[in-house]
């Protein structure tokens, strides 16, 4: 018997729900039987292929994270999807960073925090991708403001990267500054399709 494809979603804070239904959505456009859970403790992390880290307060979260006992056990997860706080986490240098504020260190970029302004700030607006047109919803948005050599772009609005992909020998990271699971279900397909062609 085949074994089950698993896709965790960390449960702590963010869109949560959102991200869940959105992945069960892309994979029933491609046709693919997955399981997808909240993830929330190191049990929940076992044998997963693919986490996805959403949006929030990126200290918070990895406050959370330590608190679990997870931050170190989530740097094991070969693929891995981050939005907005989740792009902060995967990062290996952050602007603005909190005194003792950690990252995941995985993925070869630097973010700005709060860079688009505060919740207020917070915007919509229509941006062309890699992967095609959609609408995006940037709120609290980080801006990502440097990228390694092996970085790939795939999304810019007014000049700035917002979306970009890396692969390494650790593994796959996608990092996206918008909330993809609030339009679109285009960056969770391209996220199972990367996770379905390791396996």
Not at 10 to 39: P, Y
Not at 56 to 81: A, D, H, V
């Amino acid at each position: 018997m085949e074994k089950r494809i698993v896709i965790g979603v960390l449960g702590l804070q963010g869109d949560v729900l959102e991200h869940i239904d959105a992945t069960k959505n892309a994979a029933r456009k491609l046709r693919k039987d997955i399981d997808v859970i909240s993830v929330r403790t190191k049990r929940d992390l076992e044998g997963i292929a693919g986490l996805i880290i959403p949006g929030g307060e990126s200290t918070t979260l990895y406050k959370l994270c330590e608190r679990e006992g997870i931050f170190e056990e989530i740097k094991k997860i070969r693929n891995i999807f981050g939005t907005c706080a989740g792009t902060i986490m995967l990062s290996k240098n952050v602007e603005n960073k909190i005194p003792g504020q950690k990252t995941l260190q995985l993925m070869d970029i630097e973010v700005a925090r709060n860079a688009y302004g505060r919740q207020n700030d917070s915007f919509e607006a229509d941006i062309k991708t890699a992967l095609g047109a959609l609408h995006a919803f940037f709120i609290r948005a980080p801006k990502i403001t440097r990228i390694g050599k092996n970085v790939r772009i795939l999304a810019k609005y007014g000049g700035d990267i917002v979306a970009c992909e890396e692969k390494t020998k650790r593994g796959y990271y996608l990092a996206l500054c918008f909330h993809p699971e609030l339009t679109t279900t285009l960056f969770h397909e391209h996220f199972l399709g990367r996770v379905f062609s390791e396996d």
